[in-house]
């Protein structure tokens, strides 16, 4: 029996960069049923809606979906289908692996950083009192009558909100994933030393988790230093996981020391169903151009394979995908040494030179 997958191409660039994601995975040999689902703005027409109930009663059915990237339209009144893919499904942990791959220019070698991302809370919970409202001013007027510092009564607010359960949620998920993956150290990062209840209370839920996984090194980094640690020595870093809004900002350092976004696979995990996708955008000014790289979507599959335990066909695929980009040759614009060079070969041919490497037997 094969896996059944939801598909999602997408929209802008999305379907021609899953149409290649999907040929590979097919290319592995490992049997994969897709359930294609629409979702996004070319959709948005046609069913009132950019993320039709069929669409998410797929992904709920077969747990597992593998999405395009979607535009989010500004000044419709629809909300981002990204974030309400999120939290319909409960994805509390968004994974980020960022390697260097050989024939990547980036300034960095070596870097080999899993980001683990905590989804649901934090400064992003949504919880926010404009200035000048009358709940902003109920809300300050009670927190000022709690203590000597004052909050200004013009002042906006956003709520930071951060609570063990969802702690240890995320960080049991990132020490079980160094677990699974034979990953060497898990820091936890936080400002705990200025938040002592928000970010020093994840810190002491980080503690207590990194107790039950003793083959496993725990560190605890200050999300300044990791700033610093990671444009310095990133070579040092392994499996890090933190609060939603410094996730969101240093998973984009990661992917910038490895070579941007073309090459930054990604997934929102939970309990009960798992979406891999690229972190990039829809990139619509190249849609339908065969033009954009779709590494970071080959290497969400790769995940994908990952999660569905296929282990070998998933080393396979990342190696072919390695030895494609090493050569050099059958690559796409941006991996080229300059982004006008005419050997640059389209998104589909890429994907080809990928399945070509697989077809070859010679990864095993
Ligand atoms: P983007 O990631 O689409 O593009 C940013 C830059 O990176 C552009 O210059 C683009 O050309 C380039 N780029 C992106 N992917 C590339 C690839 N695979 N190969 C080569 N170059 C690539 O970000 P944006 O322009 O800010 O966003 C476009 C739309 O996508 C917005 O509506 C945004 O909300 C949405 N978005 C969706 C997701 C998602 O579906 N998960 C994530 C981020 C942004």
Redesign the pocket.
């Known amino acids: 029996m094969g896996h059944r997958v939801t598909l999602i191409p997408?929209d802008?660039t999305g379907p021609e960069?899953t149409d290649a994601a999907r040929r590979v995975l097919e290319a592995t040999g490992v049997e994969l049923e897709w359930d294609v689902r629409q979702a996004g703005v070319d959709v948005m027409e046609e069913a009132g809606t950019p993320l039709p109930d069929e669409t998410l009663d797929s992904i709920k059915r077969n747990r597992v979906a593998l999405k395009g990237?979607?535009?989010?339209p500004i000044g419709t009144g629809f909300r981002?289908v990204?974030v309400a893919l999120r939290h319909e499904l409960e994805l509390y942990a968004c994974l980020r692996p960022c390697k260097t791959y050989k024939g990547v220019r980036t300034r960095y070698e070596h870097v080999d950083i899993v980001v683990v991302r905590e989804n649901t809370e934090d400064l992003y919970a949504g919880i926010e009192y404009e200035a000048g409202s009358d709940a902003a001013g109920d809300v300050i007027r009670t927190l000022n009558a709690l203590q000597p510092k004052q909050i200004a009564p013009s002042s906006g607010l956003s709520i930071k909100p951060i609570s063990p359960e969802a702690s240890e949620r995320i960080v049991r998920f990132a020490f079980e994933y160094a677990r699974a993956n034979g990953r060497r150290q898990v820091a936890g990062v936080t400002k705990a030393n200025i938040m002592k209840f928000t970010d020093g209370l994840f810190l002491s839920v980080f503690r207590e988790v990194a107790t039950d996984y003793p083959e496993i090194a725990s560190r605890e980094v200050l999300v300044d230093a990791l700033c610093m640690g990671l444009v310095q020595r990133p070579e040092e870093f392994d499996v890090l996981v933190l609060p939603n809004l410094y996730g969101d900002i240093v998973s984009d350092i990661t992917a910038g020391l490895v070579g941007g976004?073309?090459v930054a696979p990604g997934a929102n995990i939970g309990e009960h169903a798992a979406v891999f996708?690229?972190t990039?955008?829809?990139?619509?000014?190249?849609k339908g151009l065969n033009k954009?790289?779709?590494t970071?979507m080959i290497l969400s599959g790769k995940l994908m394979l990952d999660h569905l335990g296929e282990r070998t066909a998933a080393q396979r695929l990342e190696r072919a995908v390695a030895a494609v980009i090493a050569e050099g040759d059958r690559v796409t614009y941006?991996f080229k040494p300059t982004r006008d060079d005419p050997t640059a070969v389209g998104t589909s041919e890429y994907a080809d030179a990928i399945i070509a490497k697989l077809a070859d037997g010679e990864f095993g």
């Not at 990237?69 to 989010?72: A, E, G, M, S």
């Not at 990039?280 to 190249?286: C, D, E, I, W």
Request: aromatic fraction near 4%.
């Open positions: 997408g802008g960069l990237p979607i535009t989010t981002s990204n976004l073309g996708e690229a990039h955008g829809s990139a619509p000014r190249y954009v790289n779709p970071a941006d």
